[in-house]
Structure formats: structure tokens, C-alpha cells
């Protein structure tokens, strides 16, 4: 009886023994699938602000990941909304939207409509405005605006200024 | 050391080692089928005929095939659609039966629905099954990811992106399996590990489990009769063959199943060479490009119906409901509350159904494929609410049931 | 015991099919739209009224002024003026050499671009005179006769010293009509030709440098980058390509790409030469095909007929 406890208690022992074992070396197995040093450290895009044309979608590319860029048109900043201002990025005199341009729903690129001034996502038929806020569902919000800093006519993807920051600490993006 | 004689023969010298003879009987000459089955019960057998027609083609692609986002395309679409002496026909199989894999399990599903063979000491062998299923989705995407071709990419990102959770926002999940922002050569390099390494080990000893979990209840029959296999085998094994219920494995069924297989491989075959575009998508054949999606995303056709489910509802709700819809199918001996393991056809409202269930799988099929707009979103809608109140009215429907 | 297998195959058959109706030839039915063939009649085009005399459009094509400024006919021994990078330098894509024009191109849609080239390259959305965006072909306004016959004559030169229409190979076709403005890297094609076989990697890199640049100024005067056609036959459908080719703006309004002009037998050959180029091994799988459904059909032959033996004394 006393010997058999003890068998079922260093059984036991040797059980945890190997389970902080296991353990370990999940820790090791999930780090080994984390992003590279080298992937995490290519993260900053800088753009010029003065060549973009007025009222037209450019692409630009930061993280792999497309960035729109519009213009807005003198038609378009009139028209804002006091939520699209939220949104709106100044720099100098000229309004931009700026945004991740990835589906905030299932991240496909949606594309744009300039007669429409819209967006439509070819996945799951989400829609949004010009100013990236959503007019159709399944995308539960408007695009997200990648972390960004104003330099002069400049400005720096991947590196968050005030101007980013208040954006986040008001909810205005994730 | 168990004692050994000197070997009378090849066979006997086997025996005294492995025991050859018994493990024939078990596994073949005695293992005893019922004879009042139809073709249906030839499933499995087909599946194991694919599977090995995947792992065969999968070996000769692999010896190819560059897991590398710079050559990956070049070694599917040039190398071994160009160069390789009959590369193609291994791709053509492989996309093909990647593809045929699933009608066939989806058969093998509706037919043990159908005939209740999830019921009481079944419920091991829908388990398996059901394993099976979510290691062979697996398995397929992981595939898919590997031409590298704009579906892939696409559909990378966007399954990969259903890992955020929705209203969680774990982005650093995603970036976590993807180690990437995008998919890129990790992703690539880890999915293809998954693929030809992890999961068909998984695969393989699940099929070992489902084989394992078939061999003491065994199998159903198709008028939910239940059999005395003890004495309907030694009426057998007296001589009476045709008086006997049962009959061998090998090779009385074996025979029918091979027959199946040979009819099964004309419209296989018949696929591979002249109708493969279903399997092979055209728009994979255009290399990734991060930055423009097709026109028209989409998953393999098996994927349709629980994209569906995915797609009509806002994120949260559509990812519960999705969730829903991955778990659901392994509950069913639990949610199936009549104890009557006979066809659907003598179970009343059950039979209603089932023939529900099955057609409006299909209607999220077509919907999952067709563009979400007006009508097809109207219909997919409620496409998705009737599958989830069909499960949810499940157990109701079969509590009350009459013994048939 | 009624055998209900042959109900069981029709129910299980017709679901299959159903669902394949579904989502392949209906589904895509509807993502796609439908573009009709004209069998490129160019009806759009006015028709020659004129028949042209070969040898007075020679003299029109070659005069010191016209065609030859920027065009090179090697056939008649006439070399191009700069080499391909410096010509796209200059005019945003490499003038065609126009040895084999006559065959090629259209007669309708041949005279109706020396005179109006915008018109019938379908691209005038893309160039505005006022706005000072002129197309980079000057039109011809006539040498002083009938502006017509001197077209027809011209076109006749054209269509004069070209190949038969027999010995214009696929390849050629491909080349002359698409390829200064598509690479086809499984062909080893770029814009500029194709790409020889160096012994050293650096003459190599600087017939690489030489392509990037090409593709430089052709992106600038595209709008982006035509894409590479090797993969083009299996990632679109032949009546696509076909229709594609007829007129790009009526599959992808607004699309850079100029109406080629093609007749339709030349239309045919370039995509025979993307089949090779995307489908290389499509005679062999369909010699296979054929063998080993024969093969098939024996073999479940022979495996019905050993069940029916095994399964004579289990009755």
C-alpha cells in the first residue's frame, strides 16, 4: 500500500517533471514562429505630399500592405462632415485621406470608383466613402489610418506624431 | 524469448514473427460485413483510393516544388508544367483529386447521416470522421497557398485575417501565424510545412483511428437491422454464404468496392484530363500581387457553404456564427436524441430533415461563389439562419421520435 | 429486397451535378460578363473603297518623311533609326518594324490608322489634342493626290512584301503584334526580343538594365506595366483572349491598351503562341486523356466481372 503510493506519487512527480519540459519548449516552438527581427525592423515608408493630384486614388506601399492616398478636392473639404474631419490629415494647405487600404472586414483591397467617389470590396461586397468611413456592411469600421508623422511636406509612415496620436486617443482608428 | 521452430515455409516463418494469419483474419477474411449495404458503403474505400492518389502525386511534385515567394509560381507553372516529363499529370491529379476528395466525403457524410451510423458505439468513428474532415480543410488550404498564384495569396490573407477575431482585434495573432504583416516568405515557407510534413501524419493516423473505431461496432447496414455477427459469421464460415447475413471483407466486399473504385476512376480520370478548371483556377494561374485583389475572391467549392455563413452578418456575429458552424456537425450523436439508428426515410420529421440540411448547404454553396450583391446576399442571408435554426431545432425534432 | 441502388446513383448524381451547375458555369456566368465575337470585322472601321498600287505606296512609305522616320522595314532593307530602348525614350513604346505589317494587321484597320492613328487604336480617351497629349504616331494628311488612294496604295505596299499568310508562324505573330509592349518570360521574351544566351553575368545584367529601362519609359506612356503573357492562357479563357484582343475596351473599359487591329487568323496564332507559352503539354494530356480512359473503362470492366464472380455464391 505505502509502496504503491509512493510509486503513484514519483509517477506523478516525474509526469510534472516532463510537462515543464513540454512547456518549454512550446515557448521556443511559439517564438521560432514569430515575425523576424529583420521583417519588424523594414517598417518605415516615407512620402512626398506635394506630387499627388488633386481628387485621384494613389496606391503607395508600406509594411506590404497598400496605403491609399487622396487628394481631397476643394469640393470634397467643404463637404465634410464634423466625423470625416476627424479623419482628415492636413498637411500644409492640402486635406488628405490617408488609410490602410485593406477591407477593415476580411482585409481585400477594395477598389475605387471615381465617378462614385467610393470604395467597393470584392470579397464580401463592403463599401466605404471617400473619406474611408463604411456605407455598407460587413465591415465593422472605417479604414484603419496607419501611424504617421508630418514633416514639413513630408511625411513618415510607421512612426506615430500628434497629429496620429490624438486620432488613436479619440478612437478615430485602432 | 518465446520459443520459435524452424520455419515449414515463407508464410509459417512470418507467422511465428508477426503473426500474418491472425492479422489477415482480423483485418480481412474476418472481418465480417453486412450484406444488405449499397454502394454508398463504398465510400471509404474511394477515399482511401484518392488519398493515395494525392500522396503519390503530392511525392513527385514535392521533388519540384520551391517553397520560396520568388520562385514558387516559376516551379509550379514552368518547372513542373513545362519541364518535368509529366509534371502536369501529377498536378492535374493532385488539384483534381484535392478537389474530388471532398464531393466524396461529403457523400460519406450525408450517407452516415442519412443512415444514422453516428448512433450509440458509433460515435468514435463520427468523431474520427469529422477530425478527418477539419485535417483534410486543412490540408487544402495549406495546398492552396502553395502556387503562390493570387488566390493563394488572397485567400491567405483572408483566412489568416479571421484569426483577429473580429471585435478582439488580435492582430497580433495574425501576425503571429503569418509571421509577416502579409503573407510572405515565412507564411509561405511554414504552410508549406504543414502541408506536406504535419498535417499528413495527422491525417494518416486519424485514418488509422476512423479504421480503428469501424472494427468493433461495425459497420451499419442500410435497413437499420441490427445483426448477431457471432452467428451470422460461423453460419458463414459452416458454408451456408448465401444463407449468411454477412459475408468477408476481403474479398467478397473488397470486390464491390473495387468495382466502385473502377467507375469512380473513369469520371476521375475523365476530370483530370478534360474538365480540371473547377479544381484549377484560372485566376490562380496569375501570380500573387499584394497589391491588387481579383475582381471575384472566393474558396474551393468545398469551403463555399461555411464562407457563407461567414459572409451576410456583421464581423462578430458572422465569426460566431462561422465558429458555430465548424463545431455543429461533430455534436451530432448528441444532438440526434432518437435512439433509432435506421435510414432517415423511417424517421418522420428527421427525414424532412435532412433533406433540408442537404439542400440548404447547397444553396450556400451557390451563394458563397456568386458576387454579394442584392438578391444572392438576400437569399445567402437566410440561407445561414436556416442552417444554424435547422441545428438549433435538431434535438427537438428527434426527442419525440416513435421507435421505428 | 428491390435494389435501390440505381436510385440511390440518380439522387447522388443529380445533387453533384446540380451543385456544379451552380457554382461553376452559372456562378461565373454571372461574374463575368459576356462579350459577343464580331469575327474581327472592325465594322466600326470604314471599308477601303479604293484598290492601291503597290508600287506608288512604296514610294510613299519610304519617302524621306513618312513611315521610315520612325519605322524600320528590314525586309526591304531599311534599319531603324535608334534602337529599341532610345525609340521608347522617345515615343513611350518601339515603333514596329512593318516587314510584315500587311499580313498581320487588318487592311481596313491599317488605312484607317495612317490616317487617324488615336481612332483606330481605340485609345482617344487617352489623348486629348487640346490638352497637348498627342498621340505619338503623327496622322497622315495626304502627299499632295487623293488622301484615299494614297492610303490604299500604301496599304497595298504593306500587304506587298509581307509573308504569306501560310508562313506567318505563331510566334511571329505573338512577337510583332504584343510583344514590344508584353514580355513573355516562359518564352524568354522581353519588349526589347529575346533574350540571348550570354556567357558572362555581367553582358547578362546590362541586357537586364537595358529591359528595365524599356520597361521604364513603356510604364510611363502605358500607366503601368503591361503584364507578362506566359501564364495568360490558363488565368483567362480562350474566348476571352479572343474578344480581349478585338477590342480591349470592351472587356476593361478605360484600359491603356490600344486596339491591335489584328486580322483574325493573325488574332488566332497569338494565342495558339500563349498556349504554347501556358499550356505547353496540352496535345500530349489530351494523347494521354484518350489512353487512359480506354484504360480505365477495361479495367473497371474487369473489376465488375470479379465481383460478380465472388458475389455468385454470397446470393
Known amino acids: ?174 | 524469448m518465446a520459443h520459435f521452430t524452424k520455419a515449414t515455409s515463407v508464410k509459417d516463418w512470418l507467422n511465428q514473427r508477426l503473426a500474418v494469419e491472425k492479422v489477415e483474419k482480423v483485418m480481412a477474411s474476418e472481418y465480417w460485413i453486412p450484406k444488405n449495404i449499397n454502394f454508398l458503403w463504398a465510400m471509404g474505400m474511394v477515399l482511401a483510393i484518392t488519398f493515395a492518389l494525392l500522396l503519390v502525386s503530392g511525392i513527385f511534385l514535392l521533388m519540384y516544388y520551391q517553397p520560396d515567394v520568388k520562385d514558387a509560381f516559376y516551379s509550379v507553372n514552368y518547372t513542373i508544367m513545362r519541364d518535368v516529363d509529366f509534371g502536369w499529370l501529377w498536378r492535374h491529379v493532385h488539384g483534381v483529386a484535392a478537389s474530388v476528395v471532398f464531393l466524396i466525403i461529403y457523400i460519406h457524410m450525408f450517407t452516415g447521416i442519412y443512415y444514422g451510423s453516428y448512433k450509440k458505439g458509433r460515435e468514435m468513428i463520427w468523431i474520427s470522421g469529422m477530425l478527418l474532415f477539419v485535417t483534410f480543410s486543412a490540408e487544402a488550404f495549406s495546398g492552396y497557398m502553395l502556387p503562390w498564384g493570387q488566390m493563394s495569396y488572397w485567400a491567405g490573407m483572408v483566412i489568416t485575417n479571421i484569426f483577429s477575431l473580429g471585435g478582439l482585434h488580435m492582430d497580433g495573432l495574425v501576425e503571429w501565424i503569418r509571421g509577416d504583416y502579409v503573407p510572405a516568405q515565412a507564411f509561405l515557407a511554414r504552410f508549406f510545412m504543414l502541408h506536406v510534413l504535419l498535417l499528413p501524419l495527422a491525417i494518416m493516423g486519424l485514418i488509422g483511428l476512423h479504421f480503428a473505431a469501424l472494427r468493433l461496432p461495425h459497420v451499419n447496414n442500410q435497413d437499420g437491422e441490427e445483426i448477431d455477427f457471432d452467428a451470422e459469421s460461423k453460419k458463414y464460415l459452416a458454408g451456408d454464404k448465401a444463407g449468411s447475413k454477412v459475408m468477408r471483407f476481403a474479398n467478397d466486399f473488397m470486390s464491390k468496392d473495387m468495382m466502385v473504385v473502377g467507375i469512380y476512376l473513369i469520371f476521375f480520370f475523365y476530370l483530370v484530363f478534360f474538365q480540371y478548371g473547377f479544381a484549377l483556377d484560372p485566376v490562380n494561374f496569375d501570380p500573387a500581387d499584394g497589391l491588387k485583389t481579383p475582381a471575384h475572391i472566393y474558396p474551393e467549392w468545398y469551403f463555399l457553404w461555411s464562407y457563407e455563413i461567414l459572409r451576410p452578418f456583421s464581423v462578430n456575429i458572422g465569426l460566431m456564427a462561422f465558429g458555430f458552424a465548424q463545431v455543429i456537425f461533430m455534436l451530432l450523436p448528441w444532438l440526434d436524441r432518437s435512439p433509432n439508428a435506421v435510414p432517415a426515410s423511417r424517421r418522420g420529421a428527421f427525414a424532412v430533415w435532412f433533406w433540408l440540411l442537404l439542400i440548404d448547404m447547397i444553396v450556400l454553396t451557390a451563394m458563397g461563389k456568386l458576387p454579394p450583391e442584392g438578391m444572392f446576399s438576400t437569399i445567402g442571408l437566410v440561407a445561414a439562419l436556416a442552417f444554424i435554426v435547422l441545428w438549433v431545432a435538431l434535438p427537438f425534432i428527434t426527442m419525440n421520435e416513435k421507435k421505428a | 429486397m428491390k435494389n435501390k441502388e440505381p436510385l440511390i446513383l440518380v439522387v447522388v448524381v443529380a445533387f453533384t451535378l446540380l451543385t456544379y451547375w451552380l457554382v461553376e458555369p452559372y456562378a461565373h456566368s454571372v461574374m463575368h460578363k459576356h462579350v459577343e465575337s464580331e469575327n474581327f470585322a472592325y465594322a466600326d472601321l470604314p471599308a477601303l473603297t479604293k484598290s492601291g498600287d503597290a508600287a506608288n505606296g512604296k514610294v510613299l512609305v519610304t519617302g524621306a518623311a513618312a513611315c521610315i522616320g520612325c519605322h524600320s522595314i528590314t525586309k526591304d532593307g531599311i534599319p531603324a533609326g535608334m534602337d529599341a530602348v532610345t525609340a521608347a525614350g522617345s515615343y513611350g513604346v518601339n515603333p514596329p518594324d512593318l516587314s510584315n505589317a500587311g499580313v498581320i494587321y487588318d487592311a481596313k484597320f491599317l488605312a484607317d490608322l495612317i490616317k487617324n492613328p488615336a481612332h483606330a487604336l481605340n485609345v482617344a480617351h487617352k489623348f486629348d489634342a487640346a490638352k497637348g497629349q498627342m498621340h505619338p504616331m503623327i496622322a497622315f494628311a495626304g502627299a499632295g493626290g487623293d488622301v484615299d488612294q494614297e492610303v490604299a496604295d500604301m496599304v497595298a505596299y504593306l500587304q506587298s512584301i509581307a509573308v504569306k499568310a501560310g508562313e506567318l508562324t505563331p510566334k511571329m505573330a505573338f512577337e510583332e503584334a504584343c510583344g514590344r509592349c508584353h514580355s513573355m518570360k516562359y518564352e524568354n521574351w522581353t519588349q526589347i526580343g529575346t533574350k540571348p544566351e550570354y556567357k558572362f553575368e555581367k553582358e547578362s545584367l546590362a541586357y537586364d538594365i537595358k529591359v528595365l529601362e524599356y520597361q521604364e519609359a513603356l510604364t510611363k506612356y502605358m500607366g503601368k506595366l503591361p503584364p507578362d503573357l506566359s501564364m495568360y492562357f490558363r488565368s483567362r479563357n480562350e474566348h476571352f483572349l479572343s474578344t480581349f484582343i478585338e477590342n480591349p475596351q470592351s472587356q476593361l473599359a478605360g484600359t491603356a491598351m490600344p486596339r491591335v487591329g489584328v486580322t483574325a487568323e493573325a488574332a488566332h496564332k497569338v494565342i495558339e503562341h500563349m498556349a504554347d507559352a501556358g499550356d505547353t503539354k496540352r496535345h500530349e494530356r489530351e494523347s494521354v486523356g484518350k489512353n487512359v480512359m480506354i484504360f480505365i473503362i477495361i479495367f473497371a470492366i474487369f473489376a465488375l466481372l470479379w465481383k460478380k464472380q465472388v458475389w455468385r455464391d454470397l446470393h
Open chain 1, 1 to 174: 500500500m505505502h509502496n504503491s503510493s509512493r510509486r503513484g506519487f514519483m509517477g506523478k512527480a516525474f509526469g510534472a517533471v516532463a510537462g515543464v519540459g513540454v512547456v518549454g519548449s512550446l515557448v521556443a516552438m511559439k517564438k521560432t514562429w514569430d515575425p523576424l527581427p529583420s521583417v519588424k525592423a523594414a517598417g518605415f515608408t516615407t512620402l512626398d505630399m506635394t506630387i499627388y493630384p488633386e481628387g485621384e486614388l494613389i496606391t503607395e506601399k508600406w509594411r506590404g500592405k497598400p496605403i491609399f492616398v487622396l487628394k481631397k478636392t476643394a469640393e470634397m473639404i467643404a463637404s465634410q462632415t464634423e466625423s470625416q474631419k476627424k479623419r482628415d490629415v492636413v498637411v500644409g494647405d492640402s486635406h488628405f485621406m490617408i488609410a490602410i487600404g485593406l477591407c477593415t472586414h476580411l482585409g481585400c483591397i477594395p477598389g475605387y470608383n471615381a465617378a462614385e467617389k467610393s470604395f467597393l470590396c470584392a470579397c464580401h461586397g463592403g463599401m466605404f466613402n471617400w473619406a474611408g468611413e463604411v456605407t455598407k456592411v460587413p465591415p465593422p469600421r472605417a479604414f484603419d489610418i496607419p501611424p504617421f508623422k508630418i514633416e514639413g511636406n513630408k511625411m513618415i509612415l510607421g512612426e506615430a506624431g500628434p497629429e496620429y496620436q490624438a486620432m488613436k486617443d479619440s478612437g478615430i482608428t485602432l
